[in-house]
């Protein structure tokens, strides 16, 4: 599949800013089933510094600064991206049992383990816990296949857990999640990687975009779309195996990745400082659109 992504961010401030100095994490990554044709990224007012870098987990990081007195900043993402209609998972992967895959990342020392040790460990947004265990525990019963056991916690929070976006903010604290039963799909992503990692497996944060599609008889609706975030487990047979618990399935070529790290602290889309802006409004629209080659 072709796409073509447009994210716009606008801040909206009663009083001007002064100077503004920004980070964004919105330009898709290539991956081995994922190719970035194209990426511009668009910035109102125009920035006086502008500089692109990798971080360290490999995503494409834009620092920009404005030195313009502003009431208002656009930042709009446009890329164009190929998806393989493949799953993340090819077959036969992850055949160990997940105690196996446990011990191996806590002695093994090849390159392959050390690069998946940073998203064994706690980060600022997960932390292991009692809790966390427990309701790992049901999904991964002694020998069972890794790729078994954390396709059945998947299916165990998507299951378990009501979408409910007006519950939770990005600091609402994974306990209220685990107590509530409710959140979207970071809060999902993140519970599931505070599974894993609370049984000694290797998780990681996956954000990126889904393709919704209308229902029967209706037109798409420009904008609707929004930004979406999974997780992916460590298999030493397989590399990284994605799991979407929001929606109970393995991404296919509906999921357009643009970045992972630890949790949602490491790939936020937009950070910055301001001086000034008084009070502000953020609006934020994502359109992800099938190009027309797909659909001929």
């Known amino acids: 599949m072709k796409y073509r992504v447009t994210h716009t961010t606008s801040y909206l401030y009663t009083a001007p800013v002064a100077t503004c100095r920004n980070q964004a994490c919105l330009l898709p990554r290539e991956t081995s089933r994922q190719k970035c044709l194209t990426s511009d990224l668009q910035i109102l007012p125009g920035p006086s510094d502008l500089r692109e870098r990798r971080d360290f987990f490999g995503n494409r990081l834009t620092h920009f600064a404005i030195q313009e007195a502003h009431k208002e900043l656009v930042v709009t993402a ?3 991206v190929s998806v393989a209609a493949t799953p993340l998972a090819p077959p036969p992967a992850g055949k160990r049992s997940w105690e196996q895959v446990a011990r191996l990342l806590a002695t093994d020392r090849s390159r392959q383990t050390l690069d998946a040790l ?10 292991e816990s009692r809790q966390l265990i427990d309701y790992a525990r049901p999904s991964f019963p002694a020998d069972r296949p890794l790729v078994e056991a954390v396709s059945d916690l998947m299916q165990r929070i998507y299951r378990d ?3 409910d976006p007006g519950f939770t903010s990005i600091s609402t604290p994974l306990a209220e999640v685990l107590k509530n039963r409710r959140g979207v799909c970071q809060d999902f992503a993140h519970l599931g990687i505070g599974c894993l990692r609370s049984i000694g497996l290797a998780a990681r944060y996956v954000s990126g975009y889904i393709e919704t599609l209308p229902p029967p008889g209706q037109e798409r609706l420009v904008g609707a779309d929004a930004s979406h975030a999974w997780f992916a ?19 296919m070529e509906q999921h357009i990745t643009v970045s992972w790290g630890r949790d949602f602290s490491d790939v936020s889309p937009l950070r910055g400082i301001a001086l000034g802006g008084g ?5 934020v629209s994502v359109d992800v659109a099938r190009q027309a080659d797909n659909m001929a």
């Open 118 to 127: 940073p998203y064994l460990f706690d980060s600022p947004f997960i932390k």
């Open 78 to 80: 446009t890329s164009e």
């Open 161 to 163: 857990f009501k979408y």
């Open 233 to 251: 487990v460590y298999a030493p047979d397989a590399g990284w195996i994605d799991f979407d618990p929001t929606n109970n399935q393995l991404p």
């Open 279 to 283: 009070k502000h409004k953020v609006v």
